[in-house]
């Protein structure tokens, strides 16, 4: 009787490369990861000596108590306000937070950056590293897993993950999400081993899904992923989609695996939407549905666009105006769309590659499409980071079909790959350089962003208060009232811009400008009257004034408001040492440097104070501490003031002796 034989399962040559490449051929593919992070590297140097702050820079760094006072107790904060975060207006991002905490203990400050854009140029270099991996274990050919991740690495579309300080959430989630992401396929890879043997040896296939180590590793990596930037949240329909196509295992028992990151998912959105919701603004589907709908078709035609031609980049993209059928940009993202739709159905006949590209693509972009809206852009560079993958992946797997032609003359081939990828690194990487070079300070930022879109309030109001601390007022001021007018009275930014006006007239300090700047403080006070940095401000400018009593009320209710705003507690003391209240001067200052140690102000005045009430040896070492303070952070007057002080302390010079006295 005849041995029945059993056929051996079909595997194609991407599933044997899945199996057996990476596993005994590593260093190749290692060496490229590492030429492609220095490349990366050197791609975006320029963002080193960057000193541009944009957009909400101030409320992660120069506003946040919490980074600038780095230690255990702050990291538990960020960790445990998960509803209403106090520190920064949006969603939960604890992991980030904590980041540049660390960044600023190793002497990261608003006026001298480079630590954080080192911390995330490695970053970036570490994730363009991950990304080759991640080609490679996926389709088992170093050379182009090399080649696809070079174009990642330099692609001029990271500028704003590398060189905004606030968007350290991006490279950080980026990078457990890739890890992520190589564990899972790793997992997919054993799992797909076990089933060959099991099919091989005429056994029956194994029951349930299949679990591994390099399964937990991959969920744990997605749990810390969530932890730096909740827009990571649809990975896992990324690994299904993976599933499909290139690891050829998409069935009933690998959505089993993925029962164990549902709750993760869940958990993870409702905290999302709360957070957001709790401090700052939330627009939910419901609001402006039809906007919502031809935004997400706009963005469908936007992102491959830009990725394929990154010309034009900015750090913010205004809406189509108007957002309706009327405007030819709209009805082209709606015919795009359409044509996409199509192409990518005519292709999955013959390959699944470009369809679950772009589903992979579009599935880690939709938390940031506008439906669920949480900014006030339609697009932006950074939403299309992570995503990015989904494009790399048909692109590597054409990259190592075509390394892999070619015969006994394979060469040839292989050398017009490795010019074609150069030419397009090397234009990628001058455009990027081209584009770093707008952020080497705050004001040539905002003046390439209104260049770009010159009716943007937004940035406006941002170039104007870089005009402001840059002392140029009168180009400033002119800036605010443009704001100003441009928006409707009830806005809710009015009060943001009437207050910011304030404080540029103050500076100013022109005949009638004291005055003006308090009237527009009320403004502000009137439509925020929740704010507390409106009314320490407004207290501020009374107490110019001399009007102290009512600059003290203003004060206190700052500190009503929020107990833990440093600059509040300090003014409320300095007004108290104008009315030679030395105690309760004392406590007011004394609080302001426990919020903040490094407060030179709040030295300088608990210096005074103590001086005041006849504490003068006490005085005198808070005096020297807060010209130390101002000296190490440019603050030249506060430094001279404190100076000034110490010498007045100092007792008088004994007279010299007179000349020809005894010996």
């Not at 900015?314 to 015919?335: E, K, R, W």
């Not at 409320?572 to 001067?585: K, M, N, P, Y």
Request: proline letters at 7%; charged letters at 15%; one cysteine or more.
């Amino acid at each position: 009787m005849r041995r029945q034989s059993h056929p051996k399962p079909h595997k194609d040559r991407t599933t044997a490369a899945l199996t057996q490449g990476p596993r005994h051929r590593i260093w190749p593919a290692t060496l490229a990861a590492m030429l492609v992070a220095v490349a990366a590297m050197v791609a975006h140097q320029p963002a080193y000596k960057a000193k541009a702050l944009c957009f909400d820079d101030n409320q992660y760094l120069g506003d946040n108590m919490l980074v600038k006072n780095p230690s255990l107790e702050a990291a538990e904060r960020f960790f445990a306000e998960v509803m209403r975060p106090s520190t920064v207006r949006g969603y939960y991002q604890p992991l980030s937070m904590v980041s540049l905490m660390l960044d600023y203990r190793m002497g990261g400050r608003e006026n001298d950056p480079r630590i954080f854009h080192a911390v995330s140029m490695g970053l970036h270099a570490a994730n363009s590293a991950l990304v080759v991996l991640l080609l490679y274990v996926l389709f088992g050919s170093a050379p182009a897993a090399g080649l696809v991740g070079l174009l990642f690495a330099v692609h001029p579309m990271s500028v704003d993950v590398v060189a905004w300080i606030s968007e350290r959430k991006t490279p950080l989630a980026t990078f457990f999400a890739l890890a992520s992401l190589v564990c899972y396929v790793r997992h997919g890879q054993a799992t797909a081993t076990k089933s060959s043997v099991s099919a091989a040896s005429a056994q029956r296939p194994l029951p349930g899904p299949v679990f591994s180590p390099w399964l937990l590793a991959s969920l744990v990596l997605y749990l810390v992923a969530l932890l730096a930037k909740p827009t990571a949240v649809m990975l896992p329909a990324a690994m299904l989609l993976l599933d499909i196509w290139p690891l050829r295992r998409f069935s009933a028992r690998a959505a089993v695996e993925k029962i164990p990151l549902v709750p993760i998912v869940l958990i993870s959105c409702y905290v999302t939407f709360f957070s957001q919701k709790n401090t700052a603004n939330l627009f939910t589907p419901d609001q402006n549905t039809a906007a919502k709908v031809l935004t997400v078709f706009y963005n469908v035609v936007f992102y491959p666009l830009k990725i394929l031609y990154p010309a034009g980049l900015t750090a913010h993209y205004p809406f189509p105006d108007p957002m309706d059928l009327t405007n030819p940009i709209v009805l082209a993202g709606i015919l795009g769309t359409l044509i996409l739709a199509l192409a990518l159905w005519f292709s999955w006949r013959r390959t699944r590659a470009a369809a679950v590209g772009f589903g992979i693509f579009f599935v880690l972009l939709s938390p940031t499409m506008g439906i669920v809206g949480f900014n006030n852009v339609p697009a932006c560079n950074k939403f299309a980071y992570l995503p990015l993958i989904g494009f790399l992946a048909p692109l590597a797997a054409l990259a190592a079909w075509l390394w892999r032609r070619g015969g006994q003359r394979p060469w040839p081939g292989r050398l017009a790959i490795i010019a074609v990828v150069a030419g397009l690194a090397a234009g990628e990487m001058a455009v990027t350089r081209q584009y770093l070079s707008w952020w080497r300070d705050t004001e040539t930022l905002y003046r390439h962003m209104l260049s770009l879109a010159p009716h943007a309030t937004y940035v406006r109001e941002d170039l104007a208060n870089a005009l402001s601390r840059a002392g140029k007022y009168d180009e400033a001021i002119e800036c605010y009232r443009a704001a100003v007018q441009e928006r409707e009275p009830t806005h809710r930014s009015q009060s943001r811009l009437n207050y910011n006006l304030a404080l540029t007239l103050s500076f100013r300090d022109k005949p009638g400008d004291i005055d003006a700047a308090i009237e527009h403080a009320r403004r502000a006070v009137q439509q925020n009257p929740e704010n507390a940095r409106w009314h320490s401000g407004l207290g501020s400018l009374l107490r110019r004034q001399n009007r102290l009593d009512e600059a003290i009320v203003e004060f206190n209710r700052s500190i009503a408001l929020n107990g833990e705003w440093y600059e509040a507690h300090c003014n409320l003391g300095l007004a108290l040492i104008d009315q030679r209240r030395w105690e309760e001067a004392i406590a007011a200052c004394r609080r302001a440097v426990q919020l903040y140690p490094d407060y030179a102000l709040g030295h300088l005045g608990l210096g005074a104070a103590l001086v005041g009430a006849g504490q003068a040896d006490a005085g005198a070492g808070e005096l020297a501490l807060a010209a130390e303070l101002a000296r190490q952070t440019g603050q030249r007057d506060i430094e001279q003031l404190a100076r000034q002080r110490l010498t007045d302390l100092r007792p008088p010079a004994p007279p010299a002796p007179p000349a020809g006295g005894a010996r």
